[in-house]
């Protein structure tokens, strides 16, 4: 686990103990928790900064700042626009 550099020893070790105590399952809900604040943050910063974007290119900004340094600019590029292929396509309900 990584603890920030002010976490006291003993305060740690609480904290190590804690987390071990969790089932997988209880660790992984926490981990996606974690996951959803995260984007949600992320979702939230780029609306900030672009008041009218639209729902896909939110998606796509959000793709962009998570795996920004994954990604080779032409494979970021060829991902983002199948975002946008993906999410514009029509829903066919009962399927």
């Given at each position: ?6 976490t006291r020893p ?86």
């Amino acid at each position: 686990m990584i603890f920030a550099d002010d976490t006291r020893p003993e305060t740690r070790e609480v904290l190590i103990r804690l987390w071990r105590a969790k089932s997988e399952g209880e660790r992984a809900l926490h981990g996606f928790r974690m996951w959803n604040s995260f984007k949600t943050r992320i979702m939230s910063a780029i609306e900030a900064k672009h008041p009218d974007i639209d729902s896909i290119e939110l998606l796509v900004e959000t793709f962009r700042c998570i795996y920004r340094n994954d990604f080779v600019p032409e494979e970021m590029e060829r991902i983002c626009e199948r975002i946008r292929q993906y999410h514009k396509q029509p829903v066919i309900s009962g399927q």
